[in-house]
Nanobody
Framework: QVQLVESGGGLVQAGGSLRLSCAASGRTFSRYTMGWFRQPPGKEPEFVAGISGSGESTSYADSVKGRFAVSRDNAKNTVYLQMNSLKPEDTAVYFC???????????????????WGQGTQVTVSS
C-alpha cells in the first residue's frame, strides 16, 4: 500500500508560480514512476507531467511544456511540480499518482496508475 499526500496548492495571480509537493510512503519509492494529473471543474482528469523512478526520464503535456517542471528526491520520498507562468486555464485540482509497475516508461493514462493522493486545489486568477 502506498499513501500519497499532496501539498502546496493555493490561489495565485496569472503569471505567478507555485510548487506542489507529493510525499509518498513505502520503501521502494525509487521504483515508482510518478505522475501529476489535474482535473478542471466539470472535466475529466488529464495528464500534466510524469517522471521515472530514477528521475532520468520526464514527460509533459503540451499545454504545460516550458512552464512546468517535474522533479523528485528519492531520499525524501517526494516528487515536486514546479509551476511557472501560471494561466487561469491551469485552475484545477492537482493529483499525484504512483505507477508501481517497474520498470516502465512514464505513462500518460490515468488508468495505469495504482495509487492516488487526495488532491490539492490550484486556482489562478486573471
Amino acid at each position: 500500500q502506498v499513501q500519497l499526500v499532496e501539498s502546496g496548492g493555493g490561489l495565485v495571480q496569472a503569471g505567478g508560480s507555485l510548487r506542489l509537493s507529493c510525499a509518498a510512503s513505502g520503501r521502494t519509492f525509487s521504483r515508482y514512476t510518478m505522475g501529476w494529473f489535474r482535473q478542471p471543474p466539470g472535466k475529466e482528469p488529464e495528464f500534466v507531467a510524469g517522471i521515472s523512478g530514477s528521475g532520468e526520464s520526464t514527460s509533459y503535456a503540451d499545454s504545460v511544456k516550458g512552464r512546468f517542471a517535474v522533479s523528485r528526491d528519492n531520499a525524501k520520498n517526494t516528487v515536486y511540480l514546479q509551476m511557472n507562468s501560471l494561466k487561469p486555464e491551469d485552475t484545477a485540482v492537482y493529483f499525484c499518482a504512483a505507477d508501481t509497475t517497474w520498470p516502465r516508461l512514464v505513462q500518460t493514462s490515468a488508468t495505469e496508475y495504482d495509487y492516488w493522493g487526495q488532491g490539492t486545489q490550484v486556482t489562478v486568477s486573471s
